[in-house]
């Protein structure tokens, strides 16, 4: 099976991590831009390492660029299969920074921007033992929906998306939002006015908030 690995930002305290943010990009980008979240959160979780690796697939048209799985077909089917696909390698990689660093899925928080949102939340809900929690940023489920019986474990979500969002519009978070809470998730949305497919700062301060929440 293929490896991940991409960027890491080490503990400000120089010590073993306490906790792990993994930050999942989104398609046609790669770990080094969504690592730059990382030193905006760092100060308040200085025992905290931050991973965001690269997707395992080359993205085409995208120099640098990775995918979670290619987007020739924009269906819910579509969308459910690829990140079916790349959900085994994605949980390899977790499994794999766990051991190495002698903790488990209550220390682990998983971040996604756009696709990586929606690795984030297929793979984390189908995880046995339940993680931290789940950060989402401009994204969606990937499928129709989440069937009951894939549900493992029941983590608290945020998802954040911006109101003009022209690539997944916002219309795709309120259904992911409305499809957690059917499955009784502990889960909050937000909706940043005038925002497009991008974060911004109410956003990052609303993931440091809940990372605090989960994390402690």
């Known amino acids: 099976m293929q490896k991940l690995d991409g960027p890491r930002l080490l503990p ?13 990009h989104g ?5 080094a831009d969504l690592i730059s979240l990382a030193p905006m959160w760092q100060a308040r979780f200085p025992d905290t390492l931050f991973v965001s690796p690269n ?7 995208a120099p640098g660029g ?11 089917t579509a969308l459910l299969a690829g990140a079916s696909g790349a ?26 921007f756009s696709q990586g949102t929606m690795m984030a939340l297929h793979a984390g809900v189908r995880r ?7 950060l989402g940023y401009s994204g969606m489920i990937a499928g ?19 109101s003009v969002d022209p690539v997944l519009p916002v219309a795709s978070h309120h259904h992911a939002l409305a499809e957690l809470d059917r499955l009784g998730f502990e889960v909050e949305g937000h909706v940043s006015p005038g925002l497009g497919h991008s974060v911004d700062m109410a956003g990052i301060d609303l993931g440091a908030r809940f990372l605090q929440r989960v994390l402690g």
């Open 27 to 31: 398609y046609g980008s790669n770990g």
């Open 12 to 24: 400000a305290t120089g010590g073993a991590p306490k906790s792990i943010v993994v930050l999942l």
């Open 144 to 162: 129709p929906g989440i069937a009951d019986a894939e549900v493992r474990s029941k983590p608290p979500v945020l998802l954040i998306h911006g």
């Open 66 to 76: 990775f995918q979670w799985w290619g987007l020739d077909d924009h269906s819910r």
């Open 87 to 112: 959900a085994p390698v994605l949980d390899a990689f977790l499994d794999g920074l766990l051991a190495d660093n002698g903790l488990d899925e209550a220390q682990m928080v998983l971040a996604g």
């Open 55 to 61: 997707a395992p697939e080359r993205c085409p048209g």
């Open 128 to 134: 046995e033992r339940q993680l931290a929690g789940i």
